[in-house]
């Protein structure tokens, strides 16, 4: 996910502002999203029958396993607004850290959303080599890593007009004298 978010951890790495989370549904299963607790979001993955059973014992809510609206994904689905709605307001009852014990416990897939900060600090992060420092800025690594032909992010990306010369030169064949030219004029910019 670190990787497919690159554009978005760039901007966080530049600006330092940690943006706040969106909101996420998932449009074919129910409960399948991001739902607010007393203290931060949590994310839960309610996607088989199996685990709405044992989400509903998680949240000391038995009698919506076979309740004629939530029954079956199918219906809820259907009835998506009532019972996320109810579901959120179990959540806002207690912090992040009692609902994620509650839920592993069961075996529903939940986390808490964390925020960029959060993600770049995490040792995991460090330890996949996410975030590698390239001309003492950290930018995304590679999300897949071989042990035979491991990726790496081998230069920063380049400044403006870095490479100006060079491609102009190549694609073009503008020798010396005419992109110095061209650079005195300000038609083309130059990093040299």
Known sequence: MISAMASNF?????????PDSMGTRFG???PYRGFPTADRDIVIAVASQKLWQDFCIAIERTDLADHP???TNALRVKNREA??????GIFRSDTAAHWIGRLRARGIPCTPVRKFDEVAADPQTSERGMFPVIGGFPVTGPPVKFSATPGSVR??????????REILHELLGLDDSELDRLYAAGVIYSAR
């Open 10 to 18: 760039a901007n966080y790495f530049g600006s330092g502002v940690v």
């Open 28 to 30: 074919t299963i129910v």
């Open 69 to 71: 609206d939530y029954a």
């Open 83 to 88: 019972l996320e709605s109810l579901i959120a």
């Open 155 to 164: 230069r920063p990306a380049p400044k403006l007009g870095e490479h100006s």
